[in-house]
């Protein structure tokens, strides 16, 4: 469902429209009300088996047991137990094999806090849901953060810390299990047999030999050695400022970066709109779009779907990969 006062029901009804005839299909585990008041025909299931027969003319929507109430642009904590419990639901039928994949819309984490949530975001959540879920085998397991586009994967390692902060959590264990996580997920999930790693420097140049930093020398370069010695294909590290051109993107399957910003600023850039984030090493597939709950315009009509729309299209894809290598 995500968040009742952003725009989550608007971009969710886009979405129905655009997959309608096409697919991918999926069902909303959500209040019908909110639909309805946009004019968006439904149909009210009870399991999501009903969903085929009901896509092509409604949006099929699995009511929630808790009332919503949405004011567009206002979010509230009186809504922490609904948002809650979709997120519940999505997990628990997914694990069930009832759904193949969870799509989650944004949440405004400051509501839920309020209300007693003790996760940072999503990613957390989901994790603590499925701890004792054993992963596929020989699967590392995460949670790790990746934003997918057309033209470029980023990790980050560290994701809402301050960078000082960041800096002192970083260790080569974090940055290799990030990296293995990873490689795994590409090669099982995304169908890319032999991953090409890029892993980005810390401090500028690098650290230049360590005249600006020694971070990448004492953190980075261990990690990138024990991937090597772990049979990945990886490089590094690399200056953050060189990575993303178009030559470079060409030269490697995801980039794993030290900092939120170093992973994000040049990923929303090339995919602002279709952008997806990604969970790797979950034993579910998570797939979101990789935007917020965008407030400001809720209630307004103005929302783009694209981002949901790709990270709908992207779980199936991981879904049928998934599969076929068992």
């Known amino acids: 469902m995500g968040e009742p006062g952003g725009v989550s029901a608007e971009i969710t009804a886009k979405a129905w429209l655009s997959c309608q005839d096409t697919g991918p299909q999926f069902f909303v585990i959500d209040a019908p009300d909110r639909f309805r008041q946009l004019d968006v025909p439904v149909t009210e299931i009870t399991d999501p088996g009903q969903c085929t027969e009901a896509f092509k003319a409604s949006l099929p929507v699995l009511p929630l047991t808790k009332k919503v109430h949405s004011i567009p642009g206002a979010p509230s904590p009186d809504n922490a137990s609904a948002v809650i419990e979709s997120i519940e639901r999505a997990v628990t039928l997914t694990l069930k094999g009832a759904a193949s994949a969870v799509v989650t819309n944004p949440i405004q984490k400051s509501s839920l806090q309020s209300a007693g949530f003790r996760f940072p975001g999503h990613t957390e959540f989901l994790a603590a849901l499925t701890q004792d879920t054993p992963m596929q085998s020989g699967r590392m397991r995460g949670p790790v953060m ?65 005249s600006i930093g020694m971070e990448d020398g004492l953190i980075i370069e261990p990690a990138i050695d024990c991937l090597r010695e772990a049979g990945i294909d990886a490089r590094g590290p690399l200056p953050a400022d060189t990575m993303f051109h178009a030559e470079a993107r060409e030269t490697y399957d995801v980039a794993i970066c030290m900092l939120h910003d170093q992973a994000l600023i040049p990923a929303k850039t090339l995919a602002f709109h279709d952008g997806v984030n990604v969970t790797l090493g ?32 992207m779980a199936e894809q991981l879904a049928s990969s998934r599969h076929s290598a068992g």
């Open 146 to 210: 990746m934003i997918a586009g057309p033209e470029l994967r980023t990790v980050p390692v560290t994701i809402h810390l301050a960078v000082k902060d960041a800096v002192r959590t970083l260790t080569p264990d974090l940055i290799f299990n990030a990296a293995m996580v990873t490689a795994q997920a590409l090669q099982f999930d995304f169908s890319v047999k032999a991953p090409r790693i890029a892993v980005s420097g810390l401090n500028p140049h690098a650290g230049e030999a360590g």
């Open 282 to 313: 979950l034993p579910i597939i998570r797939t979101s779009p990789d935007h917020g709950t965008a407030l400001d315009i809720a209630g307004k009509n103005i929302a783009r779907a694209d981002s949901l729309i790709a990270s709908l299209k």
